[in-house]
Antibody, heavy 117, light 108 residues
Framework: QVQLVESGGGLVKPGGSLRLSCAASGFTFSDYYMTWIRQAPGKGLEWVSYISGSGGAVYLDSVKGRFTISRDNGQNSLYLQMNSLRAEDTAVYYCARRGSGRHFDSWGQGTLVTVSS | EIVLTQSPGTLSLSPGDGATLSCRAS???????LAWYQQKPGQAPRLLIYAASSRATGIPDRFSGSGSGTDFTLTISRLEPEDFAVYYC?????????FGQGTKLEIK
């Protein structure tokens, strides 16, 4: 079955960096667009970025130039490099697989990123 | 940028009741790219409905989706205790994704 496992979250100071990882299994990773979605504490869902199977990426405006999504199809892994972190980036970050209908059909359990001094 | 507005913000009902959740888009959207998710406390969201009315794998038939244009509805017939959660609608358009702010379905 499809499994997505995020890691790499933690506490970081404003202006710092963090790299999130998502290990995928149970499907042909390279065939799917993959996405990062975040949820601030007590708030709703916010899409952050997605990447095609071949590496083309799109970002939420507020993270452009600060976050970089990437993937390693040989390792079945998705990444999110987050630089110049701000307090408002504090959230649980979910890795999700995009279905053919542009919906998210499988989600990881999430990893918490806290940006605070 | 398309904005999705969900109503009501909170819905208080009893097990066995029927629930109707609304998602209104700020402009006409593609039904093929409208989805609904359920999220329980401490858990990741789960896909319920995609393409406005297609149930995801393993979703009970008491969940149904409908709508087109700017107005979409998630209907839950005969609420079960495990259905009390937060529900989000989501749309894809112009290479971007948007979510509604969510409707909390709580036990009355």
């Amino acid at each position: 079955q499809v499994q997505l496992v995020e890691s790499g979250g933690g506490l970081v100071k404003p202006g710092g960096s963090l790299r999130l990882s998502c290990a995928a299994s149970g499907f042909t990773f390279s065939d799917y667009y993959m996405t990062w979605i975040r949820q601030a504490p007590g708030k709703g869902l916010e899409w952050v970025s997605y990447i095609s199977g071949s590496g083309g990426a799109v970002y939420l405006d507020s993270v452009k130039g600060r976050f970089t999504i990437s993937r390693d199809n040989g390792q079945n892994s998705l990444y999110l490099q987050m630089n110049s972190l701000r307090a408002e980036d504090t959230a649980v970050y979910y890795c999700a697989r995009r279905g053919s209908g542009r919906h998210f059909d499988s989600w990881g359990q999430g990893t918490l990123v806290t940006v605070s001094s | 940028e398309i904005v999705l507005t969900q109503s009501p913000g909170t819905l208080s009902l009893s097990p066995g009741d029927g629930a109707t959740l609304s998602c209104r888009a700020s402009q006409t959207v593609t039904s093929s790219y409208l989805a609904w998710y359920q999220q329980k406390p401490g858990q990741a969201p789960r896909l319920l409905i995609y393409a406005a009315s297609s149930r995801a794998t393993g979703i009970p038939d008491r969940f149904s989706g409908s709508g087109s244009g700017t107005d979409f509805t998630l209907t839950i017939s005969r609420l079960e205790p495990e259905d009390f959660a937060v529900y989000y609608c989501q749309h894809y358009g112009s290479s971007l994704y948007t979510f509604g702010q969510g409707t909390k379905l709580e036990i009355k």
